[in-house]
């Protein structure tokens, strides 16, 4: 019994050590981009982020012609809708 003891707590020292895993070559990012944005961005028009009187913020996809499109909507349905009246 007086060698069980040792032995036992031997074991469950040696358990309860580990190998430290080594941190992944690329970590992952904190969240994805907004996919409308980025096509936004791929069709050559600038994101432009606007709040309505109620605070909801919409993104408006702004192109060098002074096309403005909801970028959901030319997201989505490949539909340039303008956007409803809101502030800058």
Known sequence: MKIATPI???LAVCACSSTPVPPPDNPPSVG???PASVAC???????DLRKDEAGNV????VFADGRQ???WALFRDHQCVAPADVKH
């Open 8 to 10: 036992a707590f031997a």
């Open 32 to 34: 994805m981009a907004n």
């Open 41 to 47: 961005v791929n069709q050559g028009g600038k994101l």
């Open 58 to 61: 919409t993104g408006i996809c």
């Open 69 to 71: 499109c909801e970028e």
